[in-house]
Nanobody
């Protein structure tokens, strides 16, 4: 099993910044893709951003130009720098990873989520 632990969520004013972190641990052999999804109350979970082991990135349309995803493969960690946070951004942010365990089984993992609130 692969465990993901997120940190960095919280309350921020509109226009403010937050940085989310997520670290993978457990039976990790390789991680192909790491990323962030978010889910607001009453809405479906949506992609925020993901990054591959080749550092190829993809962003949701609503965060392009404001959020930046990065990873530290040596630490099995992924980060999300969120700038110019807007009233549409509050949600629970979930870390996501796709990789393989030591016996080469595919592992798809989710973190428990970290809440982000934007309020003045």
């Amino acid at each position: 099993q692969v465990q993901l632990v997120e940190s960095g969520g919280g309350l921020v004013q509109p226009g403010g910044t937050l940085r989310l972190s997520c670290a993978a641990s457990g039976n990790v052999f390789t991680i192909k893709t790491m990323g962030w999804y978010r889910q607001a109350p009453g809405k479906q979970r949506e992609l925020v951003a993901h990054i591959t082991s080749d550092n190829e990135t993809q962003y949701g349309d609503s965060v392009k130009g404001r959020f930046t995803i990065s990873r530290d493969s040596a630490k099995n960690a992924v980060y999300l720098q969120m700038n110019r946070l807007a009233p549409a951004d509050p949600a629970v942010y979930y870390c996501h990873a796709v990789g393989r365990t030591s016996d080469l089984a595919i592992a798809v993992s989710w973190g428990e989520g970290t809440p982000v609130t934007v309020s003045s």
